[in-house]
């Protein structure tokens, strides 16, 4: 039996989404509370009916950044195990994209804010680094039979590194050049077909 959100609920839901957005956008510093509530269309004043405080707003704000990335993702993956390519073709091929390239604010919030995340209170490290793990996982059972999670540490690495690099050259050649380097190179490395 499914009961339907309440309205309460909803609204929470909301801010959170806007202020995933706005983490990855942005970073951390770019997260103002009063900028969040405006865009989710509500008052300044009603933040503190769902959150203690801004970090409990941004720890929620990344696992749902989090989510949101791992589902499109997932996407990525069931289309090319459809088209008979492995799963970890899907992942790589998905994160290294030009739509990852071009669009942080609805992309891995490791990739968006990675760098910030050692510099947060410890409210935020601990789901920060939760992420962190999550990408690790979900690499890891992309990763053939037999894949590690050595392998899968360095392939997750090797994307998130990527992709801040690229975005830091832009969405232009150079920054697509970059994206094409890692693909090849990792597809090279472990999306080998396997052996009868």
């Known amino acids: ?13 909301r801010i959170v989404e806007v202020a995933a957005r706005a983490l990855r956008q942005h970073g951390y ?33 990344i696992e749902r950044a989090g989510r ?6 997932q996407r990525r993956v069931e289309k090319s195990q459809a088209r008979g390519e492995s799963a970890l073709r899907g992942v790589i091929d998905g994160y290294l994209s030009e739509a990852h390239l ?13 760098s910030e995340m050692p510099r947060q209170s410890p409210e935020l490290l601990a789901p920060a ?8 996982a979900m690499v890891q059972r992309s990763l053939p039979e037999g894949g590690t999670k050595a392998q899968a540490t360095v392939i997750a ?19 697509k050049a970059v994206l094409a380097a890692s693909r090849q190179a990792l597809l090279a490395q472990y999306d080998k077909p396997e052996t009868a």
Do not use: W
Request: with cysteine.
């Open 102 to 114: 071009q669009s942080a604010e609805s992309g891995c919030v490791v990739a968006a804010v990675g």
């Open 68 to 73: 949101d990335s791992a589902a499109n993702i």
């Open 1 to 13: 039996m499914s009961t339907q959100p309440t309205r309460r609920e909803i609204t929470h839901d």
């Open 157 to 175: 690495s090797t994307l998130v590194g990527t992709l801040q690099l690229a975005r830091t050259l832009g969405a232009n050649a150079q920054g």
């Open 129 to 136: 680094a939760e992420r962190v793990r999550k990408l690790i």
């Open 29 to 61: 510093a770019g997260v103002g509370v009063a900028d969040v509530m405006k865009q989710a269309g509500l008052t300044h004043g009603g933040f503190y009916a769902h959150f203690a405080s801004r970090d409990a707003l941004l720890a929620e704000a």
